[in-house]
């Protein structure tokens, strides 16, 4: 587990670097806010469609190669973008980058198959606080080396150079998880390369599940969206002020994935954290509808993204505790697809409702949506109490 935090850590600090200068940036190609939408967007796209692939494929050939090729392909993405100097080759670049982006769902098969089921979520959880940290070090680096000009070139040098130690990392320590008679189920259990993703969902039972994982990066991607449009017209900040501030989110989110969620899951379960969570994610979106200071505002991104950040490893391991070990990778590929397709939507709809209503009206877009997936939640928890005290009364 250490080796798989360390080349995660180091791979999410490549991909933190980019964070803070693209909106910034882009306008200096030509972009314009929707522009800045539709390259995060790109990136989604890229990301929903290869993500099931990269998942079956480490279901088939083991996770460590796969970890290693997603590695060699991000650092290829962050040399396009380095060397872009036209408006189209930051698209090209960023899709390039999506469609290589399937790390995290294998990492987090990777983690499941070596947890048991009961330590499972704080395993989930260091994936997630490799995510926090990397997010700590990667925006703040990618602020500062930016400079007072935004440029692509030296931010995503370092970046491409993060993404080649993580990939030599991974070749020398990282030890695969996945036997070689578990690849053979697998083979036999997918039913060949023609069964579609959507099938093997259907028959697990857990569209639903997956679906959440949709509307929890909608909801991300828009905050990740909108609050550096609104610090650079609110309040004039530039890329190292914006990546101050998603470098102590990201401390809040190392800390809360790497200590207090194993903690936390033994004492409430994972649906009554998961619960409290997404409650905490609504209550920071009603905070940031009616931000009117600089104050509120950083203090709704800080509540909204820590509740947002104590629901995804929960959701992985959901997931994990629901499909058979064969299909792991390929499901938690199709999770992390539903993810990406979220981040598909969220801009667009937080830049649409931008566009049309201003600020305020964007927060409240993101609201709506994150009641459909609290009402889920309040629902998986209400069904689960149930079952329980069924089962007593037996």
């Not at 933190?16 to 800045?36: E, N, R, T, Y």
């Not at 929903?48 to 279901?59: E, H, I, K, T, V």
Request: hydrophobic share 55%; proline share 4%; net charge positive.
């Amino acid at each position: 587990m250490p080796v798989l935090f360390g080349v995660v850590f180091i791979d999410l600090i490549g991909f933190g670097i980019v964070i803070p200068i693209l909106p910034f940036l882009s306008p200096q190609l030509g972009a314009d806010k929707l522009d800045v939408a539709y390259i995060i967007v790109v990136y989604a796209v890229g990301a929903g469609l290869c993500a099931p692939f990269w998942g079956r494929l480490s279901d088939r050939i083991g996770r460590k190669p796969v970890i290693m090729m997603c590695l060699g392909g991000a650092a290829v993405s962050y040399a396009m973008l380095g060397f872009a100097s036209s408006l189209w080759m930051v698209y090209v670049a960023r899709a390039f980058a999506g469609l290589m982006a399937g790390n995290l769902g294998v990492a987090s098969a990777m983690m499941a198959d070596v947890t048991k089921p009961e330590s499972r979520a704080r395993g989930m959880g260091l994936i997630g606080a490799a995510f926090g940290l990397g997010l700590v070090i990667g925006p703040m680096l990618g602020g500062l080396l930016s400079g007072e000009q935004p440029g692509f070139t030296l931010p995503c040098a370092v970046a491409g150079l993060m993404s080649v130690l993580a990939m030599v990392a991974a070749a020398v320590f990282l030890k695969e998880s996945l036997p070689v008679e578990k690849r053979a189920a697998s083979r036999l259990q997918q039913g060949g390369v023609r069964t579609s993703s959507y099938s093997l969902l259907r028959a697990s039972g857990n569209r639903l599940l997956v679906l959440q994982f949709c509307l929890h990066s909608l909801c991300a991607s828009s905050i990740t969206y909108l609050f550096p449009l609104w610090a650079g017209d609110t309040l004039d900040w530039g890329p190292r002020q914006v990546g101050i501030v998603f470098g102590i989110q990201g401390a809040i989110m190392a800390v809360v994935q790497g200590g207090l969620m194993g903690p936390l899951v033994r004492l409430l379960g994972e649906l009554q954290l998961l619960r409290l969570a997404v409650t905490a994610l609504v209550v920071g979106l009603v905070m940031g509808v009616f931000a009117d200071s600089m104050a509120l505002m950083v203090a709704s991104i800080f509540v909204a993204m820590t509740g947002a950040t104590m629901c995804m490893p929960l959701l992985n391991t959901l997931v994990s505790h629901r499909v058979p070990v064969a299909i792991r990778g390929r499901m938690l590929g199709v999770s992390g697809a539903s993810g990406s397709w979220g981040r598909v939507v969220g801009p667009l709809l937080a830049g649409g409702n931008l566009a049309l209503f201003g600020y305020h009206g964007a927060w409240f877009g993101t609201l709506v949506v994150s009641l459909f997936y609290m009402a889920w939640v309040y629902r998986e928890y209400a069904l689960s109490r149930r079952g329980r005290a069924q089962a007593v009364e037996r």
